[in-house]
């Protein structure tokens, strides 16, 4: 059992305790600032001027916007200053104005000095900033003169549009023609591989950069590093991110964001949290920012650490970060994931204009608690509002309707994203639709639905149909969703279990060993059980067979003491989940030592009669826990919240919120 202690002791800066609010006020005139008529004709008026003048009006032009004018200057001036063309060209950008950027660019191809390497570097992010890769293109294959500057210029513009694989083939160009990279090529490289699509092995493209780094001596760049960490967090090389995380002689608030946010992105919340703690405990320099404390609160949401979330949430308000966007929708999703829905709608009210981030947070709070009618009639309200329906908005609300069994409603919304609101269905769409049609049970029209889609299948679309066929013991269907899943992603052992269990419940014993089997030659490990419970602002963790917490034997006896007299009220363990070739008192044994139920034997024995008891689980409940839960919660009269890997279950006076949809 491992405890986490919560930041009762968390540390004040004096400068945090209140708010500054400056208004910073510039002034972005320059001293030599020409005013301009608009009426007056400053063309005519400069014909005399000296070259300093043309300098000083071209760059008033820009400001003011007046390319076009700015630019006859341009063209009757021989010998514009670096300044002023980079002061055009930056205004092209910041105004969005292509034809005239291209008449810069033009101006500089004919003057020579498009071969100037500043100039260049300048002018492919003006290209980037208008969003023309191409043109940006042109300008870095038609420099001649290619220093580092350029590489990076490029390097960057194809980073954050998302062109990794673009970007490391040039990367590899770079390093043949011997220019060496410097600290900024590292970072958009590195970028390159978390942006990049999947034909290029980005991984081990990843540590390949990682090699160079060390060999060129960047391991103390902290920038460099964090982006380093960024890549292996993506792709859930914890180990990997740690350590890189652990090398840095210094950290800043950045990597330690990006070593929570591993954390929490990889489903270890514990971790995460932890590591906040022990950043607001000993690192002095690095003050938790906005971007921390969403990777805080998902830590919380995972665990569904109401205490924990509300000790967060408290620490937002004092720094001041309670009106970020990004925070408050985090805090949205997890006082959503910790069942709070009162608090979480509190919060949402208190958006001037909530954005359609925050939409979708609250819609997907209540449909993860099982409200689905109620998702859908926030989902209408955005629309109402004239917020328009995302991607995520159409996922959110399709899985609202999924988790309360609302086929019809589902089918409408689905029909609409394209005709509608011109939104193509995706994967996640698609695997939604499939777990809707799935769990009511019409198996057909989810697999007409599956035969019918524009793009294959992947794999949260068989998953949802091979769950689906467990709830409906549908062994024939079964086998086909697991044979493409094991095509598809083979190292999932969560897959081979949901088949085995299938094959198990039809009493397939001779399958249900050849699919063991399979998984000891792929040498595959069923996940182990673990559930998470918080007590007075610590969280304790159980796996199943739990021998270090030194309440275990307490435990074991209070479930067989509660298992033996819910006996006599109507409990059945259901050893039928039980695999093995056991005897019943054995296989009841087995289901005792289930995680969910040792969490809940130590809320119960450590919690006051009448608080609500809330437990998270890494894995879906199974069907005996979930029963047992329920005559739990009538028995020793108590409110018990439990969110699994799928949705939230409010047990409450013997039945469950989910009306048996899980
Ligand atoms: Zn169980
Ligand atoms: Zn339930």
Redesign the pocket.
């Known amino acids: 059992m491992r405890v986490l202690q919560s930041p009762q002791h968390v540390r004040q800066a004096p400068f945090q305790t209140h708010l500054c609010y400056t208004s910073h006020v510039s002034s972005r005139l320059p001293v030599c600032f020409v005013s301009i008529n608009p009426s007056a004709n400053p063309v005519k008026d400069i014909k005399s001027n000296n070259n300093n003048n043309n300098n000083q009006l071209i760059q008033s032009l820009c400001r003011g916007g007046n390319h076009k004018q700015a630019l006859e200057v341009l063209w009757s001036e021989r010998n514009p200053s670096h300044k002023t063309i980079e002061v055009l060209i930056q205004s092209c950008a910041q105004k969005s104005s292509f034809s005239d950027g291209r008449d810069v660019h033009r101006y500089l191809v004919d003057s020579g000095l498009d071969q100037d390497p500043y100039l260049a570097t300048k002018l492919i992010n003006m290209y980037h900033e208008l969003g023309s890769l191409d043109c940006a293109r042109k300008v870095f294959d038609e420099t001649r003169e290619r220093t580092i500057y350029i590489w990076n210029a490029f390097f960057r513009a194809l980073a954050m549009v998302g062109r990794g694989e673009e970007l490391l083939e040039l990367y590899r160009q770079m390093n043949w023609s011997g220019i060496p990279s410097d600290r900024f090529t590292y970072t958009y490289v590195l970028k390159a591989c978390v942006v990049s699509e999947f034909s290029v092995y980005p991984l081990q493209k990843g540590k390949e950069i990682h090699a160079n780094i060390l060999r060129h001596g960047y391991e103390e760049n902290i920038h460099v590093m964090t982006t380093l960490l960024d890549v292996y967090a993506k792709f859930g090389c914890i180990s990997y991110a740690n350590s890189v995380f652990r090398a840095m002689p210094a950290k800043n608030s950045v990597s330690w964001s990006a070593m929570i946010g591993c954390y929490a992105k990889n489903d270890m919340p514990v971790k995460a949290l932890e590591l906040f703690h022990q950043m607001v405990l000993e690192a002095c320099d690095s003050i938790p920012n906005s971007v921390t404390m969403v990777s805080v609160l998902q830590a919380c949401a995972g665990l569904a650490a109401l205490q924990q979330g509300k000790l967060v949430h408290g620490f937002i308000l004092r720094r001041g970060l309670d009106s970020i966007m990004p925070v408050i929708n985090a805090l949205i999703t997890m006082y959503g994931r910790c069942g709070e829905i009162s608090i979480g709608e509190r919060v949402f009210d208190k958006v001037k204009n909530p954005d359609v981030v925050s939409w979708n947070s609250l819609i997907s709070m209540y449909g993860n608690n099982g409200y689905g009618k109620k998702a859908i009639q926030i989902f209408e309200n955005m629309i109402h509002q004239g917020v328009s329906p995302s991607y995520i908005s159409f996922i959110t609300v399709l899985c609202a309707c999924s988790h309360a069994g609302l086929v019809e409603e589902g089918k409408i919304l689905f029909e609409s994203m394209l005709s509608k609101y011109r939104i193509h269905p995706g994967m996640e769409h698609y695997a939604c639709m499939v777990d809707l049609l799935g769990r009511a049970n019409r198996l057909d029209e989810a697999i007409k639905l599956i035969e019918d889609m524009p793009f294959e299948p992947g794999p949260t679309v068989w998953g949802s149909l091979l769950g689906s066929c467990r709830i409906h013991c549908n062994a024939e269907l079964a086998e086909r969703a697991s044979a493409m899943l094991f095509e598809l992603e083979p190292w999932n052992a969560g897959n081979y279990v949901l088949l085995a269990d299938i094959y198990a419940e039809a009493k397939m014993w001779s399958d249900v060993k050849s699919v063991r089997k399979l998984m000891g030659k792929r040498v595959l490990q069923k996940v182990p059980g673990c559930s998470w419970i918080e007590v007075k602002k610590k969280i304790y963790s159980f796996v199943s067979s739990e021998e270090d917490n030194p309440q275990i034997e307490k435990l074991r006896a209070l479930l067989i003491k509660l298992s033996t007299e819910m006996k006599e009220q109507g409990y059945a363990p259901q050893t039928n989940i039980v695999h093995y070739d056991l005897d019943e008192g054995e296989k009841e044994r087995i289901l005792l030592g289930h995680s969910e139920k040792l969490a809940v034997a130590f809320g119960l024995i450590n919690t006051v009669k009448g608080e609500t008891i809330r437990i998270t689980k890494n894995l879906r409940?199974c069907e005996d826990c979930?029963a047992f839960?329920?005559f739990i919660s009538k028995f020793a009269n108590r409110e018990i919240l439990?969110r699994d890997v799928n949705?939230?279950?409010?047990?409450r006076d013997g039945v469950?919120?989910?009306?048996?949809?899980?």
């Open positions: 409940l979930h839960t329920k439990v949705r939230f279950h409010c047990f469950c919120s989910c009306g048996e949809y899980w």
